[in-house]
């Protein structure tokens, strides 16, 4: 059975950077794409990117100047930084497995951008 | 980036009854190689959103087939035959086919 846990700091400062992690079970992180996806009350769902078996990234424009997503296979685990986080980057950060149709989506971290 | 427009945005159902959301997108889902990336999740009070429908009318293992999807190009639907008390919430369709992918603004679907 394939369970995605997000994990990470629920505030973080303006200006600094958001770190989360997305740790998998009961699947192979090097096999297929794996996706961060937010919601917000304003923005509803909004892709961040995606991360490939062979450690291509995709990032959604938007973001993309500021977003790094990388994987760590020893540890089965996906990671998300955000840099120059304002109060616009406040959402829930989910992890999901696959691109076009993500499945297996973890239960989702609240990060709020407050000073 | 391909817009996602649903309707209605608010769905009151009585209780073994059908209902049905619309999802339009900006441009055609279809890809090059013929399939259309389009799918449909449930949202679940508290919950995080759990995927129904895939490429437009394949129902994911363990849904109800009183779930079912259709639809083509930019227009598509989701319809559920008979509504039950645990399919309140929200639902999001969802286009897989262009870059970045993008997400309708939900339907809430309520019991009246």
């Known amino acids: 059975q394939i369970q995605v846990q997000e994990s990470g700091p629920g505030l973080v400062k303006p200006s600094e950077t958001l770190s989360l992690t997305c740790t998998v079970s009961?699947?192979?992180?090097?096999?297929?794409?794996w996706t961060w996806i937010r919601q917000s009350p304003g923005k509803g769902l909004e892709w961040i990117g995606y991360?490939?078996?062979?450690?291509?990234?995709n990032s959604n424009p938007s973001l993309k100047s500021r977003l790094t997503i990388s994987v760590d296979t020893s540890k089965r685990q996906l990671s998300l930084k955000l840099t120059s986080v304002t109060a616009a980057d406040t959402a829930v950060y989910y992890c999901a497995k696959g691109r076009t149709a993500p499945v297996y989506w973890g239960q989702g971290t609240l990060v709020t951008v407050s000073s | 980036d391909v817009v996602m427009t649903q309707s209605p945005l608010s769905l009151p159902v009585t209780l073994g009854q059908p209902a049905s959301i619309s999802c339009r997108s900006s441009q055609s889902l279809a890809d090059s190689d013929g399939t259309t990336y389009l799918n449909w999740f449930q949202q679940r009070p508290g919950q995080s959103p759990r995927r129904l429908i895939y490429k437009v009318s394949i129902r994911d293992s363990g849904v109800p087939d009183r779930f079912s999807g259709s639809g083509s190009g930019s227009d598509f639907t989701l319809k559920i035959s008979r509504v039950e008390a645990e399919d309140v919430g929200l639902y999001y369709c969802m286009q897989g086919t262009h870059w970045p992918a993008t997400f309708g603004q939900g339907t809430k679907v309520e019991i009246k």
């Open positions: 009961g699947a192979s992180i090097s096999s297929d794409y």
């Open positions: 991360i490939n078996d062979r450690g291509s990234i």
